[in-house]
């Protein structure tokens, strides 16, 4: 028995590229701002493997497995999601081997654990914010403004250390780091961001919307890092930010991921009792090959489920 805990990515630099965006010239003379007050430094990274971090049970430990290969025979109950350990060291983490028992996916004993008040405050919760930062004193919190080549921008909250874990699970042309603090202090700045006219803290469109948003504004722009640097930069001055701001781009291991909206999507069920291989990973999707037929699934699909079968490394981690 197993328990796939998260979707891992190693990466690869593909580019670089630098914008500034501000009033130029006499129009920033007369205003009285200076030229260039938003500044982007934009790397594009590119998924090189895919791997998950995988739960034994009856074991509270983690280990990953990269390039996976599973069978899933049948399946079992979902799995508490409450785990601690060191921040940015998923393969220490230990998890909980109960059974979860409410919606959100934990057990009796930790659903009122500070890991499901914070999975709470991240939703937009604030009560849950003020009861939970006490408690995580000390940590550091980002905020990030998305671009999904929409109308408008995502404004989101995460742990500093998950900052591309959280691009990568969301269909995005890039992404900047805009503040880095206190739980509260980070909800506070990624609320008064989502409140403007261009921003949002949820979906400003459905999410396959902004999938197919993504991979056209990608498929026009990849070429010139430069341009998709100075959109976003554009982006971030038209809501009021000035300063410079390291930003991300992270590409499927095919590039762009065209794959999203040209494989057939399937569920749990189309799994079953079948070999399957990960090939890529894009805004939370996975690109499955079944037998020499191709499946795209959410993870999660099988995300904190005890699933009973095999699952194989063809990358063992040393």
Known sequence: MYVVRAVLVDVDKEAEAGAKSGRQGLDAWLSGSSSG???VKLTILRIKRVGFLVQRLPEEGVSAVWEPSFAIE???????????GPWGKPEEHRYCTRRAVTHDGYCEVHRRSWRAL???????IDSACVSVAPLLRGYEFSVYVLDYGG?????????GWRRLWRIAEQP????AIVYSGDLLSAREMEKKLGSLPLGTEGAAARFNKR???SIVALKRLIGSPNKIAERLASLLEQLGLKG???AYTILSRNGIPEWLITTRRGSLGDLLEKRVRVLDYWAGYLLLDIGGSKLVVHKSEIQHRDLNGLIVPAITEQ
């Open 211 to 213: 999938i197919e948003s």
């Open 172 to 175: 995005h042309v890039a992404a």
């Open 74 to 84: 049948s399946v079992g109950s979902p799995i508490c999601r409450f785990h601690e």
């Open 37 to 39: 007050s938003v500044s």
């Open 151 to 159: 109308s408008r921008v995502k404004a989101g909250l995460t742990q």
């Open 118 to 124: 914070y999975e709470k405050c991240a939703q937009g």
């Open 244 to 246: 410079s701001f390291e």
